[in-house]
């Protein structure tokens, strides 16, 4: 054994410490971004699992996933998208009981387990920010033409309701040192945004306490 793999459990245990005494700052929601190439590797998968556990005992209230599925063919990227799910529900058996959790593919479907007790992971496989705008607006308009709403009552907060994620993510997380997605578009405004160069299948138990210790260094401005 080197010294770094020696020394990792001490400092995980400092990182954790430090975290702990400062629970206040706990970031609520956590959004991961992934590839389908992250999930389709055992370990990427395994990876996903753990960290999942890992905010859950830190007493994270929602982790949101976002898969971006990177082939253009629709029928392929819908193939990709029934696989990825498929993977999921096997793998979300692992999760503690009183975990709840939806699935949205590029079906169009939602995936629901048990609505969860006070936690919930989101997943959207290959859907992202503005498909979920687009399709908030749509529905908007389809119950204007129904008279259920009238114009002037259309505002940013109807927009936000008919939105598949309600809440804003504090923090959104992006390995494998790549852009940013279009996850979230209209609740990530205002998040806090980690970047890391480190490959999805990679990431450890450490590299996730380091992006909840530097959120909880961060002072936040929410575009101020």
Known sequence: MDLLSFAYPFYERYLTWQITRSSLKIPRHVAIILTESDLFDVKGMERLISAIIILRRFKVDLVS?????????????????????????????NLPAGT??????????????????????????????????TKAVLTILDEVKAGTIKPEEVDEKMLESHLLVKQEPDIMIRSGGQKLSDFLVWQSVYSELYFTDVNWKDVRKLDILRVMRDFQKRQRRYGK
Do not use: C
């Open 65 to 93: 996933v976002y898969v971006d599925i990177l082939k253009t063919d629709p029928p392929l990227k819908i193939e990709i998208a029934s696989t990825l799910r498929a993977r999921l529900e096997e793998s979300f058996s």
């Open 100 to 133: 709840g959790y939806t699935i949205y593919g590029l079906e169009g479907e939602v995936k629901d387990s048990l609505p969860g007790n006070d936690f919930f992971v989101y997943v959207s496989l290959g859907f992202g920010g503005r498909d979920e705008i």
